[in-house]
């Protein structure tokens, strides 16, 4: 499945799709999935940009610990709001896992492999 995102200069109605493919041929769409032109509401998918504007990269020299503390803030900064009113077990989650994690840019295998550990141990510990 592809999201296909249509900018139009003459209107501000949404014209984006959901394109289905087979999962060995992706030369021709078999499903194109959207709104008609007369419907009532029309599909307008809002996608998020992730981006960061530099003034110069090359005036970005920092250290290993410098670039991981702005991370962790940066990442903190976004989701403690949003997380000030949730279970402590979500608060925990965030705190304990993700930010640390995201800061250290933990790679998905390695994270993956800690994890699978922490959950055997875990379940020797209850036998």
Same mark, same amino acid.
């Given at each position: /499945?592809?999201?296909?995102?249509?900018?139009?200069? %003459?209107?501000?109605?949404?014209?984006? +799709?959901?394109?289905? !493919?087979?999962?060995?041929? !992706?030369?021709? @769409?078999?499903?194109?999935?959207?709104?008609? @032109?007369?419907?009532?509401?029309?599909?307008?998918?809002? /996608?998020?940009?992730? *981006?960061?504007?530099? @003034?110069?990269?090359? %005036?970005?020299? *920092?250290?290993? $610990?410098?670039?991981?503390?702005?991370?962790?803030?940066? &990442? $903190?900064?976004?989701?403690?709001?949003?997380?000030? #009113?949730?279970?402590?077990? &979500?608060?925990? =989650?965030?705190? #304990?896992?993700? !930010? @640390?994690?995201? *800061? #250290?840019?933990?790679? $998905?295998?390695? !994270?993956?492999?800690? =994890?699978?550990? +922490?959950?055997?141990?875990?379940?020797?510990? =209850?036998?």
């Amino acid at each position: /499945m592809m999201a296909i995102l249509y900018d139009s200069t %003459q209107s501000d109605r949404g014209r984006d +799709e959901f394109w289905i !493919f087979y999962a060995d041929d !992706f030369s021709k @769409p078999i499903y194109q999935l959207g709104a008609q @032109p007369d419907a009532k509401h029309a599909l307008n998918l809002a /996608m998020t940009i992730h *981006s960061t504007w530099l @003034p110069d990269i090359h %005036q970005q020299q *920092s250290s290993a $610990e410098e670039r991981c503390q702005r991370r962790k803030n940066s &990442v $903190e900064k976004d989701y403690q709001h949003l997380l000030k #009113n949730k279970a402590q077990a &979500v608060q925990e =989650l965030f705190y #304990n896992i993700v !930010f @640390p994690h995201f *800061s #250290n840019q933990t790679l $998905e295998k390695e !994270f993956e492999k800690r =994890l699978l550990h +922490e959950d055997e141990e875990e379940i020797l510990s =209850l036998k």
